[in-house]
């Protein structure tokens, strides 16, 4: 039987030019690679899963790569069939060392690599050295660290990686070429996604791979790791469908994503807690349901910001956003989720119909009420009187479903 691969192993790039949608840092190394002026020490920094470790071990297969010839100073394409490429693809390189900093803080543990620099390469011409997630180290441990990172061997190199590059100490800071790591861009994720799709053998529909690119947030990792799941429940038709990924997901169709948030935003709380309700019942997975709405209240806000859209005040929009992104954490570990969900949704189409506050202001300090106020607040009247309130009821129907699971929601 063949061993089983997972994608985001199978298709990690192994080239500068594999990367996925990091084109600034992959010509920043190359030209780094190209004129030789190579630093002691790199660091990489960025959100999990844009390919810090990735770009790391590219950048220590580049520096070692010896050519065909066996004679090819470091380069920017690696030949791949070198001695030290060939390692390097076995994950059995023996200059090359990976140190997890995240589960080995301590000084003793950096110790053992500081003792290793001492060493000659074996392979290749450098002994690289790929510390993960670097801020984790001690404050003892990153200055036992930099006496070597001030003077280091002519054959070592330092790369590390880190998500959080603020936590890293500025003395470390300071010896390193830093570079940043952009989260992927929707549009590129999904391209490399219906591409490894296709080599897979499977048609990966643009929507599909767009929600797909869309949940995993500019994480390649996840990306890829929800690709599988959908290739494995797609293995009869190999054709992945948005309405398959939906499922997958827990999601609403998008239709039902933003008839809800429609109802939530023109404050019609009967509807939106029934066509919630409703979606519950499909088996809507109510957390992926918000952070939808959520992804599409924030393209709302923009708009709104740009002046593409005249409906809904920016403030009530802003004020709203709040709400949501904390209705959204209490969605994430609900033991209730029916109930939060319903309390969530009563709260924000509630919320909704509050009056614009920015016209509030206006009556509230006379000095800024204009001549014609009286007409103004004939055109606005709609808006500045709040709407006959339903949502009281509705709230204390939910609560008395299932007594104190939500009550911290409508404080
Ligand atoms: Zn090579």
Known sequence: MQHYVVLSRKYRPKGLSDLIGQEVLAKSLRSCLETKKVPHAFLFHGIRGVGKTTTARILARCLCCIGSDGKTDITSSPCG??????????????????????????????????????????????????????????KSAFNALLKTLEEPPAHVKFIFATTEAQKVPETVLSRCMAFRLHPVSPDALAEHLINVAQKEGYTLEKDAANLISEESEGSVR????????????????????????????????????????????????????????????????PYVLFKNMQNVLYRIIVDKVNGKITNYSLSNLLYIWQIFLKQTENLRNASFPEYVLSAAVVILSHTASFPDIEQLMIRENPSEVPNNFSKIEQILGDKITPKPDT???????????????TAHNVE
């Open 222 to 285: 996840d990306a890829l790791s929800i690709l599988e799941q959908a290739l494995m429940l797609s293995a009869e038709t190999k054709i992945v469908t948005l309405d398959s990924v939906l499922k997958m997901l827990g999601g609403a169709t998008s239709d039902d994503v933003k008839v809800l948030l429609k109802l939530i935003l023109d404050a019609k709380t009967k509807e939106a807690l029934q066509k919630s309700e409703e979606l519950f019942a499909k088996g809507t997975d």
């Open 81 to 138: 069939v070198c001695r030290s490429c060939v390692a390097m693809d076995k994950d059995q390189h023996l200059d090359i060392m990976e140190f997890d900093a995240a589960s080995r803080t301590g000084v003793d543990d950096i110790r053992e690599v500081i003792e290793a620099t001492q060493y000659a390469p074996v392979l290749g011409r450098y002994k690289i050295f790929i510390i993960d997630e670097v801020h984790m180290l001690s």
């Open 391 to 405: 949502s009281n009821e509705l709230v204390s129907n939910i609560l008395s479903k299932f007594p104190g699971s």
